[in-house]
């Protein structure tokens, strides 16, 4: 799965996956040499999948809200242009906990809100307490913070943040970089009314520890998380949260960079604000 106020602030938040390793061509490297692809039997993959499998359970406690009356406009064979082109609003301007807000009390301005919230839940700030409860308020209606936060107590436990490769704390051990980013792919509303929506958001996620001899590297995943949005105190909240895998693309041939490029690049590159 956190804070200033400054309009930038949504770049600190970020979100595991799957391989088909060979063996390094450096030494001591878990990094260099390997090539992201399909699957591996080794013991940081099972790990991660556990990891991820614990997070869906946590998260995924309400109910999914809205139906499916929006697929009567899937073409069958490939999106409506409108689902795919940019909408031309502005992104918003504001924060609140260091979270994009004030979102257009439409569609698209859901659509922005469930990606937004969807970085900052799958953020490395969602395994500090403090942080967690930050971001909860932000982005949950009011009625179901105290919920939200029950279950992902129960969830981000010492023994979770050590599957994970943290300390007890939830902070990353000395000489290592945690990485959790969630980066949004694209949107779509399946429900859509000026005072609710249910919306999906197609995400690519990164999550591990970046260093020398990590025995959790930093690994990709796919994921769908579906939303149901309440308009409240003017703006968009989240009343539920679901997740499932996919849609995943064939891996590529990549080479995976080093842990030091890894951690370098998480450190250079902030992230967006997302506007439909």
């Excluded at 994970?164 to 000395?174: H, Q």
Aim: hydrophobic share 30%; charged share 20%; aromatic share 6%.
């Amino acid at each position: 799965m956190s804070l200033g106020d400054d309009n930038e602030a949504s770049g600190g938040y970020g979100g595991t996956g799957q391989t088909r390793t060979r063996l390094p061509d450096r030494g001591g490297d878990v990094y260099g040499g390997a090539r992201r692809g399909g699957r591996s039997s080794s013991r940081s993959l099972v790990t991660v999948v556990g990891v991820v499998v614990l997070l869906i359970a946590a998260i995924a406690f309400a109910n999914r809200g809205g139906d499916d009356s929006a697929s009567s406009k899937d073409t069958g064979n490939k999106p409506d242009t409108a689902s795919t082109a940019a909408s031309g609003n502005k992104p918003v301007k504001s924060t609140t906990g260091g979270i994009p807000s004030g979102f257009r009390q439409d569609q698209t301005g859901a659509e922005s809100a469930a990606a937004n919230y969807a970085v900052a839940l799958g953020s490395a700030e969602m395994f500090n307490k403090s942080q967690r409860d930050a971001i909860l308020q932000a982005i949950i209606t009011p009625s179901r913070v105290s919920d939200f936060e029950t279950k992902l107590d129960q969830a981000y436990t010492a023994d979770f943040n050590k599957n994970v490769g943290l300390n007890d704390d939830g902070t990353a051990p000395s000489g290592y970089t945690f990485v959790s980013r969630t980066s949004p792919v694209g949107t779509k509303a399946t429900t859509a009314s000026s005072n609710s929506a249910t919306v999906e958001v197609w995400c690519s996620g990164l999550l591990g520890l970046a260093g020398e001899n990590s025995t959790n590297p930093v690994t990709n995943s796919w994921f769908t998380i579906t939303m149901q949005l309440q308009w409240i105190d003017g703006d968009w909240k989240i009343v539920t949260h679901s997740q499932k895998e996919g849609p995943a693309p064939v891996p590529g041939d990549d080479r995976a960079s080093s842990a030091d490029d890894m951690a370098k690049a998480v450190e250079e590159y902030g992230g967006f604000t997302y506007a439909r």
